[in-house]
């Protein structure tokens, strides 16, 4: 299996690297977009060490390519198993990317409490709550 561990970046990267090393024969570059992905992942556990993205928990990965460019991956297959959250491992993190990550946190709440698609009442409890 695969172990995430890190910031949104590397909790990204750790779900594409699941799905390729897994069953499947598709390239990276065949990945782009919504449910692309053909075939499982291997396991795949991630613990983040910052607090904002919810990668730990999401279907969708987010690359920078090597050119700059950042693509999308959204597929109900890079789903990861189990999300290890612990507090702990943020308190080593600058505090600036803490506080970089606090505001993406706060956005995501936003997003989803003003959000026209998708909206029901637990997002917007859970929203409420940040």
């Not at 172990?3 to 990267?13: A, M, Y």
């Not at 491992?89 to 997003?111: F, N, Q, R």
Request: hydrophobic fraction near 40%.
């Amino acid at each position: 299996g695969i172990l995430g561990f890190g910031g949104g970046s590397s909790l990204d990267v750790a779900k594409l690297v699941a799905f390729l090393c897994g069953d499947t024969e598709q390239r990276l570059e065949e990945l782009w977009g919504v449910d692309m992905c053909r075939g499982s992942r291997l396991p795949l556990v991630q613990i983040p060490t910052t607090a904002g993205t919810g990668s730990e928990v999401t279907p969708i990965s987010i690359i920078t390519t090597g050119e700059g460019q950042k693509k999308g991956v959204v597929s109900s297959v890079l789903l990861p198993d189990v999300a290890i959250c612990d507090g702990d491992l943020t308190l080593s993190v600058p505090a600036h990317v803490t506080a970089y990550t606090g505001i993406d946190a706060m956005v995501h709440c936003t997003e989803a409490y003003t959000s026209a698609i998708k909206k029901n009442p637990l997002s917007d409890v859970l929203a409420k709550e940040g």
